[in-house]
């Protein structure tokens, strides 16, 4: 499937993309939901138009072992606009079995070549896990084990993606009892950075992120320790849930289809891993089509991105808030209550004020009016005693 | 029979160092220290358990019949911010820097509760279970409860003129109904449990013994203020005074004010007493006044 | 100048007593609305301060202020010091007005009136709650002090030519009234003697809220003595004042040696209250400079100054000097008061309380009914003496501010 570099610049690309029914509009459009998600600023939009429209393609290579093709499929499935569409043309994809046309012994010469002619500089996207039990026989492509083709094609790789749960951590092959020993690939590919991007299915615009990024500043974005960009996977599903004003508010679906549910209220106690699962579902929904994620059409979110979620944990056993973030509406320790009226300790102090200074001034006229008093008897006694 | 100045200043004097010294030895011959009852209920809290979902809150307004009460932003939440005269059941919230906990006040049921004892005709008493029992028809609204209290618990519906005291019982309308109090249906967690005193303590007890480093290390209620029907077990590092919880020592408030109470009015001795010598003064008094005296007064 | 008590005489309706009769207005007004409204609406109350100034002054305040008669009845009839019979009738009568408006008080301050009455009821009783036994010592010592007071109603009535038929039933009781009038006299002590005290107990019981410069066992000693000071200081005020507003000769000996009498009860209140807080360790608390030590020094200045100022002789005959160590001892004994149940208690965090203007409004009502009240008593029954025949003197209701020296 090699395409060749645009002639003629951008118009180039545009036409080719105006040809597959997107506009000019939704090409910039999803350029900038590209960069707000990677956090790139509004000013790189037309840069990485730019670099789209005009930089050398990078060379993918697209690796499937233990996997359902779901990643594959969630990104095909774009269509308005057709991110696909993006990326196929953002990217050089040199060989991805799903796509791929040939087969047999054209399509290992396609991924020979592709890695000789790019070596060092392609991008190496792994889609499934990794079985790693009985030296690996529970995967093979042409004869060469998934641990041994992985390990082959990231020695030359510029860098290496780990798309979906299985590629990410081990996914659901990994699930107990785990017979094949499905790995994920940062796990088998020890001393490498891999960037991850667990889901099942992950989202295509991580992907699309992560790829403008790489295509536009030959960067990777800023990962966190599990090597997850951070801008899609640094917060829980629970921080930013729709939802959650019914969480705060204490307001739970108790049983499936009952009053609450329809109401749409959270869906905590029926197990939903949302607070324990770092994912930008609740931000940036499937499909291209709100509200098409597992809670915005009523069921918990099962943390299919967490390793220690996704098919480890009952879907429906309740779990601990990672990083409980509570809103300002608590009741704190000690509430600060009604204050005190400044007007009525105004009016005290003038009452009181009042009524001690008429009672000094009273006691003072009482003492004069004795003094007075005692002067007239001592004259009277003086003039008697004359 | 007279009385000179410098007598009558003796005798005071005399009488108040009495006071002073006989005072707290009466006290010292106090009450005996109040035990639950044999079929106490309480409730244990877990603020380590507590996700504060609140839904306990909710779920008690719905058990009790009682109206929202918006806080900060009215209209919008039901966010009160304290118990109130519409609050029976609030968590609040203790952060401190990257320290979270959470909180569930509601009444304590003290084993000695200082309320019941200061309630003029028992509206407020230890009933079924050892819950503290609120009888609106006994009720003057005196409010002395609320000044009693340790923990400012008794709440008054202040805007209306015809209020009640209004507090946990324990949703001793559901217990009879073999139901268990609404908040605890509630919880998600079981951060708050409910069951028999007795099992509840051994359960705490249990807790700290088993995860010794994830609590602090003392069941709040086991002893302090005399005992209480709700236990609390607090984070490690979060005292409970943090928390609200004041530190009362063992003492319920009431045997010191029964004890002093007791010590001048039992039986009723020493205001008969008091009475027969003053009689016997005043008319001895009176005898000796030439008759027709009175109607000079 | 007749040494028997006489009515005053002379019109009801005078500009002070219609001043007055505003005041009451008002406070009635408020007292209607807190009946439809509720408390919350019409006063600074809330759930951390529950008890406001309808209790602290009405009642605890108000009560002790009304301990004239209390006070003056134990030097003439326990200690036999018959020279003060002259003052025992207005003070009886301060104290039943007094009292009867704390009853008020209380009534306007519960929340649920209407179960009043089941607080007399012997088995509903809760003996271990001290404010029963305040509220049924307060309610039979009311009964008490207006059958003290009825003598000079009875004389008042026999005396009256215009009501011949209420004349004939005052000469019909009277005699009874005099044979029981002795253990009425008696229960007139023992009473105030228990709920004057169990008004300092009942604070009590709020422990650590309550600060402790002013918590103490030795509370219910430290009221009842205070309540002495203030009874006699509320006697010697209101001598004093009704000689100067009603031309009435100054009761100037038993005047004289109340303030020797005052002294020592002050003496002895201010070493029961330092003492206790030696006692029990608490005097270092004084260090600390906040606003509990400023209202405790306060408190110590208006008890202090006056014990200090009556210890000199040439002041005790002053008749300023005495009247503003009355007005120190009333001060400092409802200061007293007040920070026990106001100041020094303190619920927590985030509350306040400060009474609302038309709380004030009620209280100051009160006060005004009363005084309107000891006019029309005084001037219509034989309470005062020492009154001048009424053609020699000024018309009462216009001596607001004749000096009364020297008549």
């Known amino acids: 499937m090699e395409k060749e570099n645009p002639v003629g610049g951008s118009n180039a690309l545009l036409a080719r993309l105006e040809a597959r029914g997107v506009s000019r509009r939704e090409f910039l459009r999803v350029c900038t939901i590209a960069a707000a998600a990677v956090g790139l600023p509004a000013w790189s939009v037309g840069k990485i138009a730019e670099a789209a429209a005009l930089a050398p393609r990078p060379s993918v290579i697209w690796l499937h072992f233990q996997e359902c093709t779901g990643c594959t499929e969630s990104l095909l499935r774009t269509s308005h606009p057709a991110v696909a569409e993006l990326i196929l ?56 084990t998934a641990v041994d083709l992985a390990n082959s094609v990231a020695a030359k790789a510029g860098a290496i993606i780990a798309i979906g749960s299985c590629a990410s951590w081990g996914g659901v092959p990994s699930a107990d009892p785990n017979p094949t020993g499905a790995t994920g690939a940062p796990e088998v590919l020890k001393g490498k950075t891999v960037l991850t991007l667990p889901g099942c299915p992950p989202n295509p615009y991580n992907l699309l992120g992560t790829v403008l990024q790489y295509a536009t500043f030959g960067t990777l974005p800023a990962l966190d320790a599990l090597g997850r960009p951070k801008f899609a996977y640094a917060r829980t599903i629970h921080e930013d849930c729709p939802r959650r004003a019914h969480f705060d508010a204490g307001r739970f679906v108790e049983r499936f289809g009952d009053e609450n549910h329809r109401l749409g209220y959270c869906l905590y106690k029926t197990g939903c891993k949302g607070p324990k699962t770092h994912a930008n579902c609740s931000q940036q929904h499937f499909a291209e089509v709100v509200g098409a994620w597992p809670i915005g059409i009523g069921h918990p979110c099962f943390g299919c991105t967490e390793k220690s979620m996704g098919f480890r944990e009952a879907l429906y056993a309740t779990v601990e808030i990672d990083r409980p973030t509570p809103p300002d509406t608590y009741a704190p320790i000690h509430a600060q209550h009604r204050g005190v009226s400044v007007a009525a300790v105004g009016a005290a102090g003038l009452v009181a004020g009042a009524l001690a200074g008429a009672g000094v001034m009273n006691a003072k006229k009482l ?4 003094k007075k008093e005692g002067e007239r008897k001592a004259s009277e006694t003086k003039q008697e005693g004359q | 029979m007279t009385v000179t100045r410098r007598a009558l200043l003796k005798g005071v004097v005399a009488a108040g160092t009495v006071a002073t010294f006989g005072l707290p030895v009466a006290s010292a011959t106090a009450r005996e220290r109040k035990t639950p009852p044999s079929n106490a209920v309480g409730m244990l809290y877990d603020a380590t358990r507590c996700i504060g979902c609140k839904a306990c809150m909710v779920k008690c307004k719905e058990a009790n019949g009682l109206p929202p009460e918006p806080g900060p932003m009215k209209g919008v939440y039901d966010a009160p911010a304290d118990l109130s005269g519409s609050t029976k059941n609030v968590i609040k919230l203790y952060k401190e820097g990257d320290r979270i906990s959470y909180m569930k006040a509601q009444c304590m049921h003290c084993v000695d509760p200082a309320c019941a004892s200061a309630c003029m005709i028992s509206a407020l008493h230890k009933g079924q279970y050892g819950i503290v029992e609120y009888d609106p028809a006994m009720c003057v609204g005196c409010r002395y409860c609320e000044i009693a209290c340790p923990f400012n618990v008794p709440k008054y519906e202040w805007y209306t003129p015809f209020p009640k005291i209004v507090k946990c019982e324990m949703c001793r309308h559901r217990l009879a109904e073999g139901k268990v109090p609404g908040c605890v249906e509630a919880c998600p967690r079981e951060a708050v449990i409910f069951g028999k005193l007795k099992d509840i303590l051994g359960d705490a007890k249990g807790r700290l013994a088993r995860e010794p480093r994830r609590y602090y290390p003392k069941i709040y209620g086991e002893t302090d203020g005399g005992g209480t029907q709700v236990l609390y077990l607090s984070a490690a590092g979060i005292p409970f005074e ?28 020493a205001p008969f007493v008091l009475f027969s010598v003053l009689g016997v003064v005043i008319y001895r008094n009176r005898s000796a006044q030439p008759p027709g005296e009175e109607e000079k007064r | 100048m007749s040494h028997r008590p006489q009515p005053i005489g002379g019109p009801i309706v005078t500009r002070p007593f219609l001043a007055l009769l505003a005041v009451f207005a008002a406070g009635a007004l408020v007292i209607l609305w807190r009946l439809v409204v509720g408390l919350g609406p019409t006063t600074g109350l809330n759930d951390g301060y529950a008890w406001g100034i309808w209790i602290a002054y009405d009642v605890v305040s108000g009560t002790a202020l009304a301990c004239g008669g209390y006070a003056v009845a134990i030097l003439c009839y326990v200690l036999n010091r018959g020279k003060y019979h002259p003052m025992v009738r207005p003070a009886i009568l301060a104290s039943a007005l007094g009292y009867t408006l704390a009853g008020v008080s209380i009534f306007i301050d519960v929340g649920r009136y209407w179960n009043i009455w089941k607080v007399p009821l012997l088995w509903n009783w809760n003996r271990n709650s001290i404010l029963l036994e305040v509220a049924m010592c307060i309610m039979a010592y009311i009964v008490v002090l207006w059958i003290e007071l009825s003598p000079a109603i009875l004389e008042g009535f026999e005396q009256d030519d215009r009501y011949p038929r209420l004349r004939k039933l005052a000469a019909f009781i009277h005699p009874y009234l005099n044979a029981v009038m002795m253990w009425i006299i008696t229960l007139g002590i023992l009473l105030p003697t228990m709920h004057q005290s169990s008004l300092g107990s009942l604070m009590m019981i709020a422990g650590q809220k309550v600060h402790p410069l002013w918590h103490t066992p030795l509370l219910p000693l430290l009221f009842l003595t205070s309540c002495i000071v203030m009874g006699y200081a509320v006697v010697v005020f209101e001598s004093s004042l009704s000689s100067e507003v009603f031309g009435r000769q100054r009761e100037t000996r038993m005047l ?17 209250r330092l003492g206790d807080l030696a006692l029990r360790g608490r005097l270092g608390l004084l260090l600390d400079f906040n606003m509990y030590t400023v209202f405790f020094l306060l408190e110590m200045a208006l008890f202090l100054a006056p014990a ?14 005495e009247f503003l160590c009355a007005m120190m001892m009333m001060a400092a004994g409802t200061l007293y008061r007040f920070d026990v149940y106001l100041v020094a208690y303190n619920p927590g965090p985030g509350w306040s309380y400060f009474p609302s203007i038309p709380e004030m409004l009620v209280t100051l009502g009160l006060v005004a009914f009363e005084l309107m009240a000891y006019m029309v008593f005084v001037k219509r029954f034989p309470i005062l003496a020492g009154i001048a025949p009424a053609a020699a003197g000024p018309s009462p209701g216009e001596a607001v501010r004749v000096p009364a020296a020297g008549r």
């Open chain 1, 367 to 370: 003492s004069d009016a004795a």
């Open chain 3, 256 to 272: 004289v040696s109340l303030s020797w009498v005052m002294v020592d009860v002050l003496a002895l209140f201010l070493v029961l």
């Open chain 2, 242 to 269: 943090k928390l609200g919880l004041p530190a009362l020592g063992d003492k319920p408030a009431p045997e010191l004010t029964e004890s002093l109470q007791h010590a001048i009015y039992q039986g009723f001795v």
């Open chain 1, 89 to 144: 043309d953002l990217v050089s994809l040199d060989y991805h079995e799903t796509l791929l046309a040939a087969s047999g012994e054209q399509a290992e010469a396609v991924l020979h070549d592709a890695m000789a002619k790019n070596a060092g500089k392609y991008v190496l996207v792994i889609e499934g896990a990794i079985p790693v039990k009985g030296n690996g026989a529970y995967c093979t492509i042409a004869g060469r």
């Open chain 3, 308 to 321: 200090l100022l009556l210890m000199k002789r040439e002041r005790r005959y002053n008749p300023g000097v």
